[in-house]
């Protein structure tokens, strides 16, 4: 990508964090417990898809707030993590400190022990200065941004917020990707976004009539073309975790299935998909690839340990490895 090429991607993160992340033999009460050198990276949805999809070779802009000590090294920590032409930063400036999160790798069983704490409260008028960060930066690109909205919302922010933030962004010419669940993901539906990406168990959430657990595609399909349809959504990408995942849209749906790998752990599969889907979606691809890269991506994810994102050499084996998945026509919603 050329360096006077702007972006036309960007990603809202009102929840922010810092993920120190240690590791240790065995995690035990009562003793001190000698831990490995920490490592510091930035976290919340957002952030996490700015990263993966600088990995993967594209360039986005963060809008995030950031308050305290904590939150200048989480500014530092987006520039170090997305070098370069990748990543451009609209850090709002909040009065509450940002918050970090500790993970905890436990080296003799691979368990991971991950302790979020409360996020940083947003005043309405804080609220307000990301949105129009974020509408700004959108409306500035010709013909529209894509705009993605993931993660969790912070104290002081309620889920209609989302619809301003929707509402927002369409005015100026941009598209809206949800990655978010429960009040956050309602409140987007009904309102044309361009994609959700719910898992199984919160598409059976929505439509009400499918078994959280489904691992058969053409039910998950027939559920996510269902949302589609009713919502006016463009695609719907549903991840199914190692089942793969299934992109629906009003008049079809593909399934794709995961390639199999080594995990080491899960943490970022779901934000390295939406990643490099988006990425895709961008760059004016099939449905059928979006598809295929954001499996590819996810499961590239896993081979990594920790909290550590995709890298691009292992999705780009990945993807080349998986055949393109098939768009089945179907608008009927099949019956299990």
Do not use: W
Not at 102 to 113: A, D, K, L, P, R
Not at 184 to 207: F, I, Q, S
């Amino acid at each position: 990508m050329a360096a006077d090429t702007p972006a036309r991607i960007f990603t809202l993160t009102l929840n922010p964090c810092i993920d120190m992340g240690v590791s240790v033999d065995r995690v035990e009460p009562e003793h001190k417990l000698r831990c490995a050198e920490p490592k510091r990276e930035p976290g919340g949805g957002g952030l996490n898809v700015t990263r993966a999809i600088a990995e993967l070779g594209g360039k986005s802009t963060a809008v995030f707030p950031a308050g305290g000590k904590v939150g200048d090294l989480l500014k530092f920590l987006v520039g170090y993590y997305c070098t370069g032409i990748a990543c451009d930063q609209r850090a709002v400036p909040i009065q509450a400190p940002t918050r970090e999160n500790v993970v905890v790798s436990e080296t003799s069983t691979g368990n991971q022990f991950r302790f979020n704490m409360p996020g940083a409260e947003l005043s309405e008028e804080e609220a307000q200065e990301c949105l129009a960060a974020l509408v700004d930066g959108v409306g500035s690109v010709e013909d529209g941004g894509l705009a993605v909205i993931s993660g969790s919302l912070p104290p002081g922010v309620q889920s209609p917020f989302v619809r301003t933030i929707i509402d927002g962004v369409r005015a100026v010419g941009g598209r809206v990707v949800v990655d978010s669940s429960g009040p956050a993901l309602r409140e987007a539906l009904g309102m044309g976004v361009c994609m959700v990406k719910p898992n199984r168990r919160e598409l059976a959430d929505t439509v009400g009539d499918m078994n959280p657990d489904e691992a058969d595609p053409a039910v998950v399909g027939a559920a996510a073309i269902e949302l589609a349809q009713k919502h006016n959504i463009t695609y719907v990408l549903v991840s199914m975790g190692g089942d793969g995942a299934v992109l629906a849209m009003k008049d079809g749906h593909a399934y794709c299935q995961a390639p199999k790998v080594d995990v080491h752990s899960a943490t970022g599969a779901g934000d390295s998909m939406v990643a490099a889907a988006v990425l895709a979606i961008e760059q004016g691809l099939s449905p059928e690839e979006i598809l295929r890269n954001g499996v590819a991506s996810g499961a590239a994810a896993t081979i990594t340990p920790g909290t550590e994102l995709v890298k691009r050499s292992d999705f780009e084996r990945l993807r080349d490895s998986m055949p393109v998945p098939e768009m089945v026509r179907a608008a009927a919603k099949a019956k299990a």
